[in-house]
């Protein structure tokens, strides 16, 4: 079992959806970060957080500590928002970085 | 774009040859991390340098060793390469040591091992 699971692995939505990406994790963690990955490889962090809940624009992230669960949400869902988001976990004894296989998004117009 | 860039963008090599992977971080991140993703997987920790210095290592055998340099940037070499070598090498700059501090990524270099 990895560390780190997401769901779903694949998501397709229609433009304007409101979209929910969860993430769990099985170890003692500092900090949960969001990254975003378009084809062609590059990485684009979008949230770390520890609690609570972050909103950048239309994303917005949470966090339960206690359940070891976080989401990832994104309202008005665009096109562009097509990506592979990541979940990784910064393991509390090591600071490593653990990462989920990521969940393949396509907003249709 | 997060600052961090990286060199060559794509490379191809065979086989027991070695190979050297460049990463340029943000000015005044003095750490860098090198992640191996494999395709349709998610990344995996190589090691982390922090101030010049090995600061962690993940589950890779020591062929593959990097270095960091003052003028923060920093290199990631593989010797004796094997197929599985090939996936994308993606390098993070941050400004604390560890993981707690938002990561910048660069664009990453595509290995191919034939």
């Known amino acids: 079992k990895n560390e780190v699971e997401q769901s779903p692995q694949n998501l397709t939505a229609q433009e304007g959806e409101f979209i929910t990406i969860n993430c769990s994790y099985s170890v003692g963690i500092s900090a949960l970060h969001w990254l975003q990955q378009h084809p062609g490889g590059g990485i684009v962090s979008l949230f770390m957080l520890s609690s609570g809940k972050k909103k950048h624009g239309r994303l917005i992230a949470t966090i339960n500590i206690q359940e070891k669960h976080s989401s990832l949400h994104i309202t008005a869902s665009h096109p562009r928002d097509s990506a592979v988001y990541i979940c990784?976990?910064?393991?509390?004894?090591?600071?490593?970085?653990?990462f989920g296989t990521g969940t393949r998004l396509q907003v249709f117009p | 774009e997060t600052g961090v860039t990286q060199s060559p963008t794509h490379l191809i090599k065979t086989r027991g040859q070695q190979v050297t992977l460049r990463c340029s971080s943000q000015?005044?991140?003095?750490?860098v991390s090198w992640y191996q993703q494999a395709l349709g997987q998610g990344p995996q920790f190589i090691f982390q340098y922090y101030r010049e210095e090995e600061n962690g290592r993940g589950n890779f055998p020591p062929r593959f060793s990097g270095l960091q340099f003052p003028n923060y940037s920093s290199e990631l070499n593989v010797n004796a390469l094997e197929l599985d070598d090939s996936a994308l090498y993606l390098c993070?700059?941050?400004?604390?040591?560890?993981?707690?501090?938002?990561?910048?990524f660069g664009p990453g270099t595509r290995l191919t091992v034939l």
């Open positions: 990784a976990v910064s393991l509390r004894n090591t600071d490593k970085l653990i």
């Open positions: 000015s005044g991140h003095n750490t």
């Open positions: 993070a700059s941050s400004s604390t040591s560890g993981s707690r501090d938002t990561q910048y």
